[in-house]
């Protein structure tokens, strides 16, 4: 399968607990989005990296959530000091050049209680 | 006011029915625009993608955009039960985050 991976698929968590969610991108995508879709909505960006850099950052991504790309291929978000209003479905989506045509992965669904 | 609104349907049609998706929008910076399928409990697909106005067509599929309303169009010909999921537009303007619209539901009964 060449597609866009995540792992885990399912995270239960209690509040307060840290979580961190993997995704693999497509190969030799070098550009790779985060999003969170809650539940009747869409998908609501959260960070973006070019290669292994970080270039942009939704004000949605509060103190509390990172993401790293450290060699330019599979990135992780991590969630610090979990809260309910985090349960959600992380979407990671990767592209090549042409930045309006991202491939996303099944998500990771999120639930804090 | 959101950005991009959607009408969340549930859209009910028969097998075999043309099938029209509508999204409208606020900001004038959009060029591109995309649809996506998303099943439930999976991530989104994308469908088709154009740039500025006009028509694009894929199978079953066509998409039209009308900047000049800012309002987007998918139809889908011949709809088949398979077809059953939610669809999301989706909008850039050159910068590498894309805005959603919140999806519409389609059912086709079989």
């Known amino acids: 399968d060449t597609g866009v991976s995540q792992d885990p698929r399912h995270k239960i968590t209690k509040r307060g607990q840290n979580v961190t969610f993997r995704c693999d991108p497509i190969?030799?995508?070098?550009?790779l989005y985060w999003y969170r879709q809650t539940l009747g909505q869409g998908p609501e960006f959260l960070t973006y990296?070019?290669?292994?850099?970080?270039?942009?950052k939704s004000r949605l991504l509060s103190d509390r959530f990172s993401a790293e790309r450290p060699k330019g291929s599979f990135s992780t978000l991590e969630i610090q000091r979990t809260e309910q209003g985090d349960s959600a479905m992380y979407l990671c989506?990767?592209?090549?050049?042409?930045?309006?045509?991202?491939?996303f992965g099944p998500g990771t669904r999120l639930t804090v209680t | 006011q959101k950005e991009v609104e959607q009408d969340p349907g549930p859209l009910s049609v028969p097998e075999g029915a043309i099938v029209s998706l509508n999204c409208t929008y606020s900001?004038?910076?959009?060029?591109?625009f995309m649809w996506y399928r998303q099943y439930s409990r999976k991530g989104p697909e994308l469908l088709m993608y154009?740039?500025?106005?006009g028509n694009k067509e894929d199978g079953r599929f066509t998409a039209q955009v009308d900047k000049s309303s800012k309002y987007i169009s998918l139809f889908i010909r011949d709809s088949q039960p398979s077809d059953s999921a939610t669809y999301l537009c989706?909008?850039?303007?050159?910068?590498?985050?894309?805005?959603f619209g919140s999806g519409t539901r389609l059912q086709v009964q079989p």
């Open positions: 990296f070019q290669n292994e850099a970080q270039l942009e």
């Open positions: 989706a909008m850039g303007a050159g910068r590498r985050a894309l805005t």
């Open positions: 900001n004038s910076a959009f060029q591109y």
């Open positions: 190969s030799e995508h070098n550009r």
């Open positions: 154009t740039y500025s106005s």
């Open positions: 989506a990767s592209s090549l050049s042409r930045f309006y045509e991202q491939y």
